[in-house]
């Protein structure tokens, strides 16, 4: 039995930190179309059958400050049973630390670069959540809006929504200002 103040574990090697994040569904399928994942009896593997951190990029970690730690890790891990009671997925990337920068308890966010040949950018502000579904007002001919619903992904910086699929093209206009105002038909010209 070890006596008050005494050390019944200690940390001896920190060179690599694991971080433990979770996906929602959502994110957890846009993730597997992203990058072509698909599920075995392994978990999630790349579309040659290649381990989840080889299929996907290198990740990133967002420290509180706002600043991306030096160095890029890779996800080791990823649950293959979605937690029915916060329907997310757990996953492990693990973070070279040869510094001693990253500590236990240390909180931050983990970043996946997402790369796209083209897309369409909106700012947040346009934007009206319905349930897990973002919904745009688009400006028709006529001065009228027609909503329509999108799905997306989140820029780094909290100021844009990246449109993955949904029937908003390049060129549309859509409403950046006061949309939980409107409704379909409106006329705003």
Do not use: W
């Not at 103040?5 to 001896?12: D, E, K, N």
């Not at 308890?105 to 996946?112: E, K, N, T």
């Not at 100021?159 to 409107?182: C, F, H, W």
């Amino acid at each position: 039995m070890a006596s008050r103040g005494s050390y019944l574990c200690q940390v001896s090697d920190n060179s690599d930190v694991d971080a433990k994040f979770s996906f929602n569904e959502t994110q957890l399928l846009q993730l597997i179309k992203q990058f072509n994942l698909r599920v075995t009896s392994r978990g999630l593997e790349g579309p040659k059958g290649q381990l989840i951190g080889d299929a996907m990029p290198a990740l990133k970690l967002q420290l509180k400050d706002g600043s991306t730690y030096d160095h890029d890790g890779k996800m080791t891990k990823m649950d293959a049973i979605v937690q029915q009671s916060t329907g997310t997925v757990t996953c492990t990337g693990s973070f070279p630390n040869p510094n001693g920068m990253l500590r236990s308890g240390l909180s931050a966010s983990v970043v996946i670069p997402v790369s796209s040949d083209s897309v369409i950018c909106v700012p947040q502000t346009a934007a009206v959540r319905l349930q897990d579904q973002m919904m745009f007002y688009r400006v028709k001919k006529d001065g009228t809006v027609e909503g329509v619903i999108c799905h997306v992904y989140p820029s780094n910086d909290g100021t844009e929504y990246y449109i993955m699929d949904g029937s908003l093209q390049p060129g549309d206009e859509v409403v950046t200002n006061g949309a939980r105002k409107l409704s379909n038909g409106m006329k705003i010209r």
